[in-house]
């Protein structure tokens, strides 16, 4: 047995119970006086490396078993980029679509005055994921700040650039997924320019992924939302994604009665369009064993995961079989919340740093996690095999500084 320490600690049985769960009702009235009353919760998964970091997601299919999974994730992706935080997760079945920007500041200022008790820059820090934007984060640091009295920078991340926030933290996850796709390709002696890819999703993540993946030379021919998917044979326009995204917040069917050769396929399936790399960057489970199957057999030659556990274990066993290069969400999007981690750095120094310094830092945070994962897998016999290697070097990380600090 290589680490008896960990069984006699019983690593497992802990690591798997969060250190503490928080469900809370968020009572809120829309623009017409009518009386809404959702769920939140706030899982805070570990903190043996540092306060409890995550996004806090608002989704209408949100329960406490999507909160803990994406928690249990976040203990190790946040391991993986060698940056002080622990892991936790938080929400709120909250739909925010077509909700105006009044209602979305009273359910925030109202979420905010129930969870501040729990947060603190060395307690717990929040952050962006599904329906979480700067817009959210805003309301949510605006009631924090008032509630509190204190200005404390550093208890949320993903903050405007004028307000404590970091450069390049809105750009991170999707660079930084296309950064792991560049290190896999590599490691084979390939590279991204001339691919034709294809990206699920039309949110934070997906829209940066797409931009650094054309940046690098890529062709991006379709990208999705929950309604439908578009193909652009052309390659996608970024600009128009970003209008209709962004700043308008409408469906994506809106891209095709503005580019006449583009099509919109409503309920389409984004994995049937040819490509040699697939990006998954919109939700959990959205790529099946037989999608991945109509990928590999259309000459898809790499799969990063831009969302957290998009891929379901049927895919994955598709892709490892088939040989392909996968990178697991828990590495390949692991960008966003190590720059979150810098985005604190800059709070707690009162300093703000160039985006190029920024972007610098993050493309060498996704190298490391590239080299750690696969020289891991190699050592345990798994070569290729980023799975093995991501887990192993997060769980180690987390399970050492357990055994060191007691039983607690
Ligand atoms: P956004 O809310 O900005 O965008 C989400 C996108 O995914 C939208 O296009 C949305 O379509 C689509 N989507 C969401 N839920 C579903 C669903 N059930 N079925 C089909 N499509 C869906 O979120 P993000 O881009 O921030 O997050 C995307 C993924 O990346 C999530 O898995 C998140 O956990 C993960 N992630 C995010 C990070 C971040 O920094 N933001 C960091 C690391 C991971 P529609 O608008 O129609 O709902
Ligand atoms: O899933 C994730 O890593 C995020 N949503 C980002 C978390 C963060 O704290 O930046």
Redo the contacts with the bound molecule.
Sequence with gaps: MKYPEFAEHKIIQRICEPERQIIFRVPWQDDSGETHINRAFRVEFNSALGPYKG?M?F?P?VYLGIIKF?GFEQVF?NALTGLPIGGGKGGSDFDP?GRSDAEVMRFCQSLMTELYRHLGEYTDVP???????QREIGYLFGQYKRVTNRYESGVLT?KGLNWGGSRA?RE???YGTVFFVQEMLKARSDSLDGKTCIV????????YAMEKAMQLGAKVVA?????GIVVDKQGIDLDLIKQI?EVERR??SAYSEEKKDARYIEDGNIWHVPCEVALP????N?LTGNDAKKLVDQGCMAVAE?????TTPEGIRVFQDAGIAYGP?KAA?????AT?ALEMQQNASRDSWTFEYTEARLEEIMANIHLNCYETAREFGASGNYVVGANITGFLKVSKAMVAMGLI
Excluded: Q, W
Excluded at 200 to 207: D, E, M, R, T
């Design positions: 996004g997601r989704h299919s994406l992706k679509k952050a962006g994921d599904i329906g979480v934007g993903g933290r991170a996850t999707g699920s999703g039309s949110g934070n993540v997906a829209i990208c999705s939302d929950s309604g995204k469906r994506i960057c919109a939700t959990e959205e831009g969302a957290n556990m998009p969400g999007n692991a960008g966003g919340v979150s």
